[in-house]
């Protein structure tokens, strides 16, 4: 994986536990600047999320395109309804203003996530080896020119 890689699976983990850290918060009854959109959907999301977040740390494209649709499901809606709020009022709330940002930021990881899976040419792992070993392991002439001399140097003690 590249760096690119690495990176946008971080964040998307580290939004994972700002949501989550935000959401436990919020049902404590602490008092937080970020809310979530419908706790219980948000509760929801975030353990829907954690399998696929597993997918896509193993680069699978079928998970990344879980991760995000749902994610763009959830955080569309927001960011529709705070370009409502922010346009339809006179002044602008900072919540409002918040609550677009996080809401864009959680709608812009999973599509950087799927497009990168999608274009990485390094998506499928290699299986039972390493690329370094195959020819060793993988290779059926070596083995059955190894099997003959072995049969052929065998010393018998008379």
């Known amino acids: 994986m590249s760096v690119y890689s ?33 706790s219980s959907i948000e509760i929801a999301v975030l353990f829907v999320t954690i399998p696929i977040l597993i997918f896509v740390v193993k680069r699978n494209i079928i998970g990344a395109a879980c991760y995000m649709a749902i994610y763009i499901s959830y955080f569309g809606t927001a960011i529709y309804n705070s370009m409502n709020n922010i346009i339809d009022s006179n002044v602008i709330n900072v919540s409002d203003t918040i609550d677009l940002v996080v809401a864009i930021i959680g709608v812009v990881i ?17 299986v039972g080896g390493h690329k370094s070993t195959d020819w060793y392991y993988n290779d059926d002439k070596y083995e059955r020119k190894l099997d003959d001399r072995a049969d052929k140097n065998q010393y018998k003690i008379r």
């Open 6 to 38: 690495y990176m946008v699976t971080i964040f998307g983990i580290v939004f994972w536990v700002f949501r989550a850290v935000i959401t436990i918060m919020y049902t404590s009854g602490i008092d937080v600047s970020i809310v979530p959109i419908n």
């Open 110 to 126: 999973p599509i950087l996530t799927f497009i990168d899976i999608l274009f990485n040419k390094h998506r499928k792992a290699i």
